[in-house]
């Protein structure tokens, strides 16, 4: 389909609540020993990624179909990421859990806190003043 005007906005609008979709209606499961195991994971993912793509085909056959895209698009990162954590190509592991997964190297994580100076302390002979409060509201203020 061409990428241009509503139709880009419902195409594109479509797969980001489709990965949504995919992402949140699994959490709404308690957990139990299906939900537990891996292949639980991606077969609740991919039910959530359908039942979401239904729902929105009600509204427009092509934001729905632009949903179950973007939920199937979920469903595959977890089957990525739960079936094969450790597969690798040329040295690098192929895991969708984060930009540190794509990378062969580390990040140096700083370790400098930014300090800032203790904050003055008040006058010991401060005295607040309300103005007007204090004469229209009594001892409320």
Do not use: C, D
């Not at 969708?96 to 300090?115: C, I, K, S, T, Y």
Request: zero cysteines; a positive charge.
């Amino acid at each position: 389909m061409p990428l241009t005007g509503k139709n880009a906005l419902q195409l594109v609008g479509g797969g980001l609540v489709g990965v949504a979709a995919a992402k949140f209606l699994p959490t709404l499961l308690p957990p139990n020993q299906f939900t537990s195991n891996n292949l639980g994971r991606v077969v609740v993912t991919g039910i959530s990624a359908f039942a979401a793509g239904w729902l929105a085909g009600r509204v427009s056959p092509t934001f729905g179909g632009a949903v179950l895209f973007g939920g199937l698009m979920q469903t595959g990162s977890v089957a990525l990421n739960t079936l094969l954590p450790n597969f690798t190509i040329g040295g690098v592991p192929i895991g969708l859990n984060g930009m540190g997964e794509l990378m062969p190297g580390q990040f140096a994580v700083p370790q400098n806190p930014l300090r800032l100076p203790p904050p003055p302390a008040p006058p010991t002979n401060a005295r607040i003043g309300v103005n007007g409060l204090a004469r229209a509201y009594g001892s409320a203020f």
